[in-house]
């Protein structure tokens, strides 16, 4: 305690003037940097997250032109994307590969007093589905896309374990559906200098999941691709956001009921549309946000839990099927 008051005093003493100024001035300095980067957190999370869903800095979506395109429209995530954006005024087209459920979803979208197209098109199929989308699509005005559509395994599986047109459908439904259809409707955007390209990533994509392995590495190229795509054509007046949902409840995730972790995709895509303009890159819901906070800080011990749970869902996979072999 002397020995503290004795520094303390030394500290304090004029011949320490200078080395006192400086470390005062690093202190300030700190303290300013910590300021504005949690006001850089803070202003567009509230503005986002609290406020658009009250009404207040909510995005006019119409802006970008008056028709959208969703792919992987006839379910979950893609489904509701759908909903919403014709519940904010806006003409749908609706892509996937089954036509009797995209007149289900083109049904509930009429009623909306909205335009709605639709397209069975299976985006496994490789590059020559592309060509017939844009005749499709070419009288329209496009103002927004959604990439959306999105396959996973079968379950958690080694790599090796997984079959190997499984691995490449993945690339081919997560990765190339996107590039091709950004490249298709991007250049009238750029024309006409709006445009919203909206990426549907994961959380998979901010760490790698083990036993998803290609299932995640695609999704860090949904994320790269998004920011890099932001960054080229930002400064032309397009707008390119990258979603990163957590658990949401829909067939691919296999959550029946919504769970405070795991949204129904309604209120999931609610909260996403608020995010426009707000964040170029963000998880889509508060309790999305919070897991991407808290795994980042102990990503580690995070990987190695999901590694351990991807096994468990695994075994239990496999148990099934089993089960309904003999059945
Ligand atoms: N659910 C989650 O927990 C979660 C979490 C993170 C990220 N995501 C991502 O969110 C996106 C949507 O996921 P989701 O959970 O809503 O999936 P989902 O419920 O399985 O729906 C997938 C949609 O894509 C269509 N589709 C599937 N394969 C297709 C193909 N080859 N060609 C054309 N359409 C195809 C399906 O319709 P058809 O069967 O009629 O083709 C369906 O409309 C995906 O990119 C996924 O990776 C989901």
Known sequence: MEFATQAWDLFMSDCLYPFRAVATGVGVVYLLKTVCSTLCFLCPFIKAYVLA???????????????????GASEGIGRAYAIQLAKRGLNVVIMSRSREKLEKVADEIKKYGVEVRIIPVD????????????????????GLLVNNVGLSYEHPEFFLDVPADRLRNILEVNCHSMVQMTHLL???????????????????AEFPLAMLTVYSASKVFVS??????????????????????????????????????APSPDTFVTSALNTVGHYHHTAGCIPHVIQVLV??????????????????TRAKALKRKEREKKE
């Open 53 to 71: 869903p009250l009404g207040i800095f909510r995005p006019n979506l119409k802006k970008y032109g008056p028709w959208a395109v969703v792919t």
């Open 224 to 261: 790269f691709f998004s920011d890099g795509l932001m960054q080229e054509y930002g400064s032309k007046g397009i707008v390119i956001q990258c979603i990163t949902p957590g658990l949401v409840s829909t067939a691919m995730s296999g959550i029946k009921k919504p769970r405070s972790d």
């Open 295 to 312: 795994f980042k800080l102990w990503a580690s011990k995070f990987k190695r839990m999901a590694a351990d749970s991807m096994m468990k």
């Open 186 to 204: 991007l250049p009238k955007m750029v024309e006409r200098k709006k445009g919203l390209v909206i990426n549907i990533a994961s959380l998979s």
């Open 123 to 142: 985006f496994s199929s490789g590059a020559e589905i592309y060509p017939e989308i844009k005749k499709q699509l070419q009288d329209l005005e496009i």
